[in-house]
């Protein structure tokens, strides 16, 4: 892990030698109200709601909690910002790539800072914040500040008495709702290809985690920003964010979350206005070991991809297929590696693996942790909570899972890595399709004609082959089925937030 001072890939060069960074005090948090117009709002109703630290189950700060009539003013900020005479959509487009340059620069000056703000929030350790959070964010801003004065149209030829072309323009003002596990880079996702087109944004930062969207704030108010470009509205999902999903005013909606929620989503954007919808959803996604593979690479990159951010992840490998020959090895193996993993404070350099981020996900992880137990898979790690009252919940492994356990069928978001046998390559295909999820999947073989056979059928939008969790800002992310629908990251990222105006030209003479 980061610690250690490799990145994901054991690629040591990006990342500088000891000593480490260390986290800042965070004394008093400057940002916690609702941010409109570039400006900082108590909210209407005069309710605030209190942010844990989920390490110590103790209160950081309250937040100002916005509701339907700050949606509302938000939106009514974004829609003036975006509109056609404003100074944001007469901008220049290099001006643009600028100003997303800038709030690159200045999250990178905050680095420290912020890398602690979500390592407070969320309870990940404070190095993988600092490495993968803020580094991936800092690249998706760059990446797409590199876009903003590259977004062309076509020309069609229909005949010499025609002149027809296409033009990129916004989409309009962009919902965005996130979630609590990558709070900030989920934010910069949103964000960055939607100002890249020349959109503006109304964001729901999730209720569990709001600090380092609302840091960000200041950030964007700092580099530049027309007031109203981007609004950031901290409250919860079922008041602020079913508001965003309705409003008739915003004509994009982007969710990051839960598949029930992603229906919701969905189903009140079409009784609203029929508003765009891109999906992020969840997954259950299937590992392929086959016995020619590099074991004991095969074996820390499924772990890392079961227990990275305490399996709090859309892409966790949850389902680890196995060849038969290699598996009691693989199993033995594993439990190995695992005993490797540090819990301990978030804000420890030696700590891997923290708190899951409340008490409702830690019931559900327990509870399929039970199920798994009295379905009869083998417990072979771990498969207990750590100490009383802390939301601490030890790496498991189960072994021996079979396709019906409700551990092999549902979304555990939690720790808990099920490693489950195949014979046949036919089968084992089969089998990891049968889920209604599509997300990732990641296929472990030497044979090359094996690794492009099977992910040419798995029904995933990302298939990693030999490596797992390897994201890059340039490479399209998300989800076929029910993991959700459209891409960020990337250039195809950019269809999901410009609208395609045709443009037919008729000449009055051809010469
Ligand atoms: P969630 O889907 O409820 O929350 C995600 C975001 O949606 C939050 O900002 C939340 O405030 C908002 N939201 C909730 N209800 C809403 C509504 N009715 N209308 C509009 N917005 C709403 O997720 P959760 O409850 O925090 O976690 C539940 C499960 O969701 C997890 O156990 C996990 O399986 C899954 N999850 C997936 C991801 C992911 O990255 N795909 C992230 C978090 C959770
Ligand atoms: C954007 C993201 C990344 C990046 C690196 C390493 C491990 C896990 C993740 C990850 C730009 C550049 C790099 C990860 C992030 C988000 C999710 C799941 C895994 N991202 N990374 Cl949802």
Redesign the pocket.
């Known amino acids: 892990m980061a610690h250690n001072g490799t990145t994901q890939n054991g690629v040591a060069e990006e990342i500088p030698a000891l000593p480490f960074p260390e986290p800042v005090k965070v004394q008093d948090i400057r940002h916690t109200k609702i941010f409109i117009n570039n400006e900082w709002l108590t909210s209407s109703s005069g309710r605030t709601f209190p942010t844990f630290n989920p390490a110590t189950c103790v209160k950081i700060c309250d937040v100002e909690e916005g509701d339907k009539e700050d949606v509302d003013n938000a939106v009514k900020a974004a829609k003036a910002a975006g509109q056609r005479g404003s100074p944001w959509r007469k901008m220049d487009v290099s001006s643009r790539g600028k100003l997303l340059h800038m709030l690159a620069d200045l999250v990178e000056r905050d680095r420290v800072l912020l890398a602690t703000l979500e390592t407070l929030d969320t309870g990940k350790p404070f190095l993988q914040s600092f490495f993968i959070d803020l580094d991936g964010s800092i690249k998706t801003l760059r990446y797409y500040a590199g876009w903003t004065d590259k977004i062309q149209g076509k020309t069609m030829h229909v005949d010499e008495s025609f002149m027809c072309l296409t033009k990129h323009e916004p989409v309009g003002v962009c919902g965005a709702?996130?979630?609590?596990?990558f709070p900030l880079l989920m934010f910069m996702w949103k964000i960055a290809p939607a100002l890249t087109c020349g959109n503006t944004i109304v964001i729901?930062?999730?209720?569990q985690t709001p600090l380092t969207a609302l840091h960000v704030g200041s950030l964007i108010k700092e580099a530049g920003f027309p007031p109203g470009v981007v609004n950031i509205i901290p409250g919860?999902?079922?008041t602020a964010?079913?508001a965003i999903?309705s409003h008739m005013d915003i004509d994009k909606v982007a969710?990051?979350?839960?598949t029930e929620?992603g229906q919701?989503?969905k189903e009140a954007a079409a009784k609203s206005n029929l508003k765009r919808v891109t999906l992020?959803?969840?997954g259950k996604n299937p590992c392929i070991v086959f016995a020619d593979c590099d074991l004991q690479m095969a074996v820390e990159e499924t772990q890392r991809g079961a227990f990275y951010n305490q399996g709090q992840c859309?892409t966790a490998a949850s389902r680890v297929f196995v060849e038969e020959t290699i598996y009691d090895e693989f199993v033995r193996r594993s439990v190995e590696n695992a005993k490797k993993i540090v819990m301990g404070d978030p804000l420890d350099p030696q700590t891997t693996h923290g708190p899951q981020i409340d008490q409702q996900?830690f019931d559900?992880i327990m509870d399929l942790i039970e199920s798994g137990k009295n379905e009869g898979a083998r417990l072979e790690y771990g498969g207990a909570a750590v100490g009383e009252k802390s939301l601490f919940i030890q790496p498991t492994i189960f072994s021996e899972v079979k396709d019906h356990m409700r551990i092999a069928k549902e979304?555990i978001?939690g720790p808990v890595q099920c490693i489950l046998s195949f014979k046949s390559q036919r089968k084992a295909v089969e089998r990891a399709n049968s889920t209604q999820y599509g997300l990732v999947s990641a296929v472990f073989t030497t044979s090359m004609d094996k690794a492009l056979s099977v992910s040419a059928a798995l029904d995933t939008g990302t298939v990693w082959i030999n490596c797992y969790n390897n994201l890059h800002v340039q490479i399209p992310f998300g989800g076929c089925k029910m993991s959700g629908n459209g891409r960020e990251l990337g250039e195809y990222a950019l269809a999901e937030y410009t609208e395609v105006k045709a443009m037919i030209i008729k000449l009055s003479e051809t010469l």
């Open positions: 709702i996130i979630p609590w596990n729901k930062p999730a209720e919860f999902g079922p964010g079913a999903a969710f990051t979350g839960s929620v919701l989503i992020e959803l969840g859309c996900q559900k979304e978001f």
